[in-house]
Structure formats: structure tokens, C-alpha cells
């Protein structure tokens, strides 16, 4: 059996989304926006989706949207909230350890007259609240903070930030990109004072291609995507009922076992560093304070990512040299928090999900002796 251990990635899809999926292309096979009895039960089924996901967020039905994914989802809230609110207010505080598509989100409204000021980590990964709370002004019309980091684990004090911006200036609009932390961490809207919520799908067992907005209601972001006014206009195009059908399942499967989720990620985390806190040859990238046990990342001292990566391939386990948003470039993460090049190049991201064993655990330690042993000879 293969060690898979690139769930930050993308996970196997659970049993709940597939029968979900297959049900939707071969029953349930409406047009949600046809008027007939096959219509209806497709949009019956985006409706039940809609609610699953709004019961994980805590949040009500008609604030979620659904999407391709992620990257459309960051895209539309970021560039949609800063053309709506950003005729007088131009200037935007994030940290500087997004996503690509909040990263670039950002660079193309710095290229139409936006002011964007990054906030970077603290060594240890984390964004420092007083930092970016102190950077937010007047003139700020968007604070943006993830809540997990993608290549670290590392927790953001989203909360805290959020809550002292929207003290101090409610019109400020609030923006997370919870899609590492959704289904680990319990997220409710209200709590974390965000008027905006990027989820993935594929991120939770459910299948690539489909994601998830919230937007708080009142607030008002310009859509990207124009046509027939599906999404109540913010995203127009034929929804994707077996894609949506699977997300609302496997949200449903997992909701009541976050605790139980969380504590066996940790479990597997602790295993693993304690191996690799044994190997004078490892370096542990991540230390933050609050951590996210389903993300591991540590550099193995003198061979290059991609070199350990394959040979561990080669004994059927299959980890990540770091975001696969950002394939084959270098890990801007690492360097905002002040990582040497050459350790950051050997960096490995081992990311845990709910079907994640400690049998992999012990695959992944013996082979990672057995690659250095092997590799730092050449």
C-alpha cells in the first residue's frame, strides 16, 4: 500500500462524496436552473450541499457561493471586495505567506492603483497581530489573513486581528482563506469576524474543481464571472451538481468528528518529530507556537527537495517539496520567514488527513534514513 502523505495537496475523495458524485451524474442529472421535476431535484441537491456547508461555518445558507475552487474563490473576493470598496480607499494589508491566488490577487490591484502592504512572519511562521493590526489605517479598505499556512501548519491569530481592524475600523473589509483549516479547525463566522471565507473542496475529501465563498451579508463584492445569474449572480454558469452534490457529503461525513480528526493528526505529528528530532541531518521548519498537526515541514541537510522527494517515491510514499500551487519555484514562505536558501531547497511538506496511519509514519521515517544514507554520498 502507498504512503500518501500530500493531503495539503489534495485528498483522497471519502466514500460519502463519491456515491454523492455518481448519484448526481446518473440520477440526478437536472439543469438546477430548468423548471421541471429533474431541475428541481438537482437544485434540491445543490440547496442540501449549500446548507452543509454553511452548518460547518456557522453561518447561514445564503451567504455561501459556490465555485471551480480555491483560486476562483480568493480571485473573486479579493479583486471583486477591492473594486467595490476601493473608490476612495486604496490601500490593502495581508501577510506575506498567502496563496498564490491571494498573492497575485493582490499584485494585479497594485497594478491598477492599490496600495498592498505585507506583513511578514515571525521565524517561528506566524503573523504577529500587533504587527498587522498596527499596519491597518483610514484608508484601508481590505485586511487579508489566511488562518493554517499551506507549507508550514502554522495558525494565524486571525481572530484577534480581525476583531481589534473591525473595533477600530468597521468598514474595513475582512477577508481569510480558511481552506487549510476548514474541517480541522472549527470555524464560525461570527467568532472570527471575517466577512469573507475561502473553502476548498478537494481539501476535505471531497473531488477538485469545486469550492466554496462566504460572504457576509450586506457585504457587496463584484462578480467576475457574468452570464445567466446563477449563485443569485455572483457566479453565473451552470453549477456543477455531481462537484457540489460530493463537497455537501463529504462535509456532512466529517462535521461531528473534527475533535477525533485533530487528535489523530497530532498524534502522527508528534510521532514524526520525535523521529526526526533523533536525525542531526533534519532541520523541523515547523515551530509555530499554534499549529496545525495535519502539516509537517522540515529540510533534510544537503539534498534538494525534488532528489529526497523522488527517491521516496521510489518506495511508494508520496510527500511534497511545498505548496503544489507553486509548482517548481522557490518557497516564498520559507523565505518571508527568514529560512536560509539552501535549507528552504531541501524542504519536504508532509501533510496528514483523517485516513492518514501511523504505518506510513514509520514508512516515512525508515525511508528518509535510508534516502540520506543513500543520496548524501553522490
Not at 442540501?48 to 480555491?70: D, H, N, W, Y
Not at 476548514?182 to 471531497?206: C, M, R, W
Request: net charge positive; charged share 20%.
Amino acid at each position: 500500500m502507498p504512503a500518501y502523505l500530500d493531503n495539503a495537496a489534495t485528498t483522497k475523495p471519502c466514500e460519502e462524496a463519491v456515491a454523492a458524485a455518481l448519484a448526481a451524474m446518473t440520477d440526478n442529472y437536472g439543469n438546477p436552473s430548468s423548471l421541471h421535476r429533474v431541475g428541481l431535484n438537482a437544485e434540491l441537491a445543490v440547496t442540501e450541499a449549500r446548507k452543509s456547508i454553511a452548518a460547518a461555518l456557522v453561518c447561514l445558507p445564503e451567504c455561501i457561493t459556490f465555485t471551480s475552487g480555491a483560486t476562483e474563490s480568493n480571485n473573486t473576493l479579493i479583486i471583486g471586495a477591492a473594486e467595490h470598496y476601493g473608490k476612495r480607499k486604496k490601500k490593502i494589508v495581508v501577510s506575506a505567506i498567502e496563496h498564490p491566488s491571494v498573492e497575485e490577487s493582490m499584485k494585479y490591484l497594485e497594478k491598477n492603483g492599490f496600495e498592498v502592504v505585507r506583513i511578514k512572519p515571525q521565524k517561528t511562521g506566524e503573523i504577529d497581530a500587533d504587527e498587522f493590526i498596527a499596519a491597518v489605517d483610514y484608508n484601508t479598505v481590505l485586511a487579508s489573513c489566511m488562518l493554517v499556512n499551506n507549507e508550514t501548519g502554522a495558525i494565524m491569530p486571525v481572530k484577534k486581528i480581525f476583531t481589534q481592524i473591525k473595533r477600530s475600523y468597521p468598514d474595513c473589509i475582512t477577508h481569510c482563506d480558511a481552506v487549510q483549516g476548514f474541517l480541522k479547525i472549527p470555524i464560525k463566522t461570527a467568532d472570527l469576524n471575517a466577512d469573507l471565507i475561502t473553502v476548498s473542496g478537494h481539501k476535505v475529501h471531497a473531488l477538485k474543481g469545486v469550492g466554496a465563498m462566504y460572504i457576509k451579508k450586506g457585504i457587496r463584492v463584484n462578480p467576475r464571472m457574468l452570464g445567466g445569474g446563477q449563485e443569485k449572480g455572483m457566479r453565473s454558469g451552470t453549477e456543477s451538481v455531481p462537484l457540489i452534490s460530493a463537497f455537501g457529503a463529504a462535509v456532512r461525513a466529517q462535521l461531528q468528528t473534527i475533535p477525533t480528526a485533530w487528535s489523530n493528526a497530532e498524534e502522527l505529528n508528534n510521532r514524526l518529530r520525535k523521529k526526526l528530532a533523533a536525525l542531526d541531518y533534519i532541520t523541523i521548519n515547523s515551530n509555530a507556537e499554534d499549529q496545525c498537526p495535519f502539516i509537517l515541514n522540515f529540510s533534510v541537510k544537503g539534498i534538494r527537495s525534488e532528489i529526497m522527494l523522488h527517491f521516496l517515491e521510489s518506495k511508494n510514499i508520496y510527500v511534497s517539496s511545498g505548496s503544489a500551487c507553486s509548482k517548481g519555484s522557490h518557497s516564498s514562505v520559507l523565505t518571508a520567514m527568514g529560512i536560509p536558501d539552501k535549507v528552504a531547497d531541501s524542504a519536504i511538506r508532509v501533510s496528514f488527513s483523517r485516513m492518514s496511519s501511523c504505518g506510513e509514519v514509520e514508512a516515512l521515517a525508515t525511508a528518509l534514513q535510508e534516502g540520506y544514507m543513500s543520496l548524501a554520498k553522490r
